[in-house]
């Protein structure tokens, strides 16, 4: 976009005119209705002598009068430009690739995100590609690991990160985060068939989490656990679990729920409610795009976009 153009303020007619001084007197440059070889005042042709040394000196003369006005024509200008307070362009919304929205994303995460080939599915994804879309950019992208994703956006690797992001106090320092899209809590994840049913029971037993998680932090609010183990991907936790090298796995209810109706040896056996939202994530400051996202965020939900991806990932609306 175009920045706004200053606007000049123009000398009045006054400060445009200019005169000399002859005999105390000021004396127009053209004198209308003169004779020629007249000047006003009441000189004429005779005063020959006093004539040429007029016209003598008036090159010189006219050369100082035109750099005073000049001048002040100048300083008045510039007294009256009026500076815009900000640029079009400040507001305009720029992206890492003109053209492009580029989306971080930490797979496998299902059903928020997944990999299958060289095409990424899940909710976070179907989502990224409907906003692209009502922004007029085009859709990229970009896998990374779970620890890594929050630091390659800060580094400005993608635009924005989708990857069932939790809004937390420590994040929102270093991070701008969208509206909300999803209310979660953390699950506890058993192998069906276990005795654990509810937290307590997690007294001395091998919980599985994944790293820099929010079902990390609810972890470490339980006491008595025998030992945390950390996983870069919750996929392998879950694998760990059914192998029963794990008791339990903590994991965002959502993701657990989903497990839990896909692989039958698997079950929620208690839920520790945090009340978490997850939402889009930006760089901090990153004020156009994050308005940008917020609006399309709204328009989706007006129009019955935000329900549909809801039922079609998780089954109902949420």
Known sequence: MARLRSKTCRPTKAEKSSSEIVSGKPLSRRVWGQRPGQ????????????L???KRKLPGRLARMLTVIIGIAFVFSSACTIKPTQSSDDKAIKTVTPGVLTVGTSTPFPPFEEKKGDAFTGFDIDLARRIATLMGLRLRVVNVSWEGALPALRRGRFD???AAVSITAGRRREYDFSDSYITSNQSVMVRTGS??????HLRGKVVGVLIESTGQDAARGISGLKRLDTYDMMQDAFEDLVLG??????????????VSRRQKELSVAATIHTNERYALVVRK???PLLDALNAALARMRARGDYDRL???WFGKKL
């Open 310 to 312: 809801c039922e079609k």
């Open 160 to 162: 924005m990160l989708a």
């Open 245 to 258: 090298r794990l008791d339990a796995v903590i994991a965002d209810s959502p993701v657990a729920d989903w």
């Open 285 to 287: 400051g990153n004020r």
């Open 52 to 54: 040429q040394e007029r």
């Open 39 to 50: 000047l006003g005042g009441g000189l004429s042709a005779s005063t020959g002598t006093r």
């Open 195 to 200: 005795p654990i049913h509810k937290v307590a």
